[in-house]
């Protein structure tokens, strides 16, 4: 046996026995795995190998031992498997249930006053790489209470951009839960997010990029949208896009303002946010910087972005359009002096005459999605008594085609079928009952005594 599978051995039986007296053999295998997966590639496919119990050994060990002797080593285990080894093994863990234990693990540490900063690192870390592959992971991080620990870290270590990047990472996949980027936008995650997020600098670019996309999926809920625009944030953002473009004439940062017009164009989705991008002068700033970037094709993603913005937030008029807005005029053979068309007539140029009732709802939608989501979290811990249980019932019912009576026309036509053929027992003179041959595979016809 390898050296990996006498080390899992000598785990299970840690796992098995009493914690007295077990710390240094614990530490002892702790140190040797981890040495063995960082150095070696064969160790890494023999612990994530199909068929391999290494990583069920690790979960249970830290399911069961939680941090009192391991610290955050097997942990860094799976950290460097999962870095290594790609997304399939991350589905392989979160299979397994890796997600519950890790959240259990990270609520264990948060109560550490100050908290371990490697170990919060490696599980944030972790959790932000296979988050991806669990679609319930927003729901199961509610459910642990484990929702604002990553933000508590972020909001008081801003400057500390070691740890902040792999909480900002995983804050942006729980944002993608509607009903946890209400609840983070209520404890201040929008306001945290400008803080971090600022004017042209090629310091710490990607954690301005993650910033970004944390933001624009916290600005998909149109609560947090309301918020954004309450406090001014749409101007901020235009700001920010025009100094990023203004600065980066090498177009190195492409990403970084493709980051900026996702958040105004998901703040746009609601009416306020389209006014508050009108009276920004938005509409002029995006067409201008469009132009500029017509000439250069790998801009094109921004110029996309752009135009759908604008197209968005412009004003919408019923035709025909008698102002410069359109560039058609429909003349009508008659207007009213005092009808509803010569009352469009007259408005403003910069008027919009189109009632809009997009967000009249938004309110009772949010509530809806939030009673939707508690319900679900309540349904999954039972189970679903409408799924039919009884195999028989599940069988198909086979039905003949004719009845019974119409098939004995075809009994002279297969005797064998129909008729009692027995062996004669020449000693006793009388049939006795036929016992078919088990070394034989097909079917055994034995000749009456007429026949014979």
């Known amino acids: 046996s390898s050296r990996t599978i006498s080390l899992l051995s000598q785990l299970e039986k840690i796992n098995s026995g009493s914690a007295l007296g077990e710390s240094d053999s614990a530490r002892y295998v702790t140190s040797k795995i981890l040495h063995l997966v960082q150095s070696q590639e064969k160790t890494r496919k023999e612990m994530t190998s199909k068929g391999s119990t290494g990583i069920d050994v690790i979960l249970s060990t830290l399911e069961v031992k939680s941090l009192i002797f ?34 259990q693990l990270l609520l264990t540490a948060s109560k550490d006053s100050p908290p371990n900063e490697e170990l919060m690192v490696l599980l944030h870390t972790l959790l932000a790489k296979i988050g991806p592959k669990d679609k319930k992971i927003g729901m199961k991080a509610r459910i642990n209470g484990v929702l604002n620990i990553s933000l508590n870290l972020v909001k008081h270590n801003l400057q500390n951009h070691r740890l902040v990047l792999p909480c900002l990472q995983l804050l942006r996949v729980y944002s993608t839960n509607s009903v946890n980027a209400v609840s983070l936008g209520k404890n201040g995650v929008v306001e945290l997010m400008f803080k971090i997020i600022g004017p042209f600098s090629k310091r710490n670019t990607s954690l301005m990029k993650v910033a970004l996309d944390t933001l624009a999926a916290l600005l998909k ?124 007539y007259n408005l403003p140029p910069d008027v919009d005459d189109v009632v809009d009732e997009s967000d009249d709802n938004d309110d009772a939608e949010t509530e809806s999605e939030i009673e939707t989501e508690i319900d679900d979290d309540k349904d999954q811990h039972f189970e679903n008594d409408d799924i039919e249980t009884d195999i028989n019932k599940l069988k198909p019912m086979q039905e003949l085609g004719r009845s019974i009576e119409d098939l004995k026309m075809y009994e002279q036509f297969f005797p064998e079928l129909s008729e009692n053929f027995q062996e004669w027992d020449l000693v006793s003179q009388e049939p006795k009952p036929f016992v078919p041959d088990a070394n034989l595979s097909g079917p055994i016809v034995v000749p009456t005594a007429s026949e014979e």
């Open 70 to 103: 391991f610290g955050y080593g097997f942990v860094a285990v799976l950290h460097f498997i999962i870095m290594k080894c790609g997304g399939r093994r991350a589905s392989v863990l979160v299979t397994k249930g890796g997600t519950q234990i890790l959240f």
């Open 221 to 344: 809920s149109k609560t947090n949208a309301r918020r954004a625009v309450d406090r001014g944030y749409v101007q901020v953002l235009i700001t920010i896009y025009v100094d990023w473009h203004r600065q980066d004439s090498r177009h190195r940062y492409m990403l970084i303002r493709k980051g900026v017009l996702q958040c105004i164009k998901n703040v746009t989705n609601i009416k306020l946010g389209r006014k508050a991008f009108i009276d920004a002068n938005g509409m002029k700033i995006l067409y201008n910087t469009s132009q500029e970037c017509l000439a250069v094709r790998t801009l094109d993603p921004l110029v996309n972005t752009s135009s759908l913005i604008m197209r968005k937030c412009f004003p919408k008029n019923r035709l025909p359009l008698p102002t410069i807005k359109s560039a058609f005029h429909f003349q009508l053979p008659v207007i009213p002096a005092s009808g509803p068309v010569a009352q469009l």
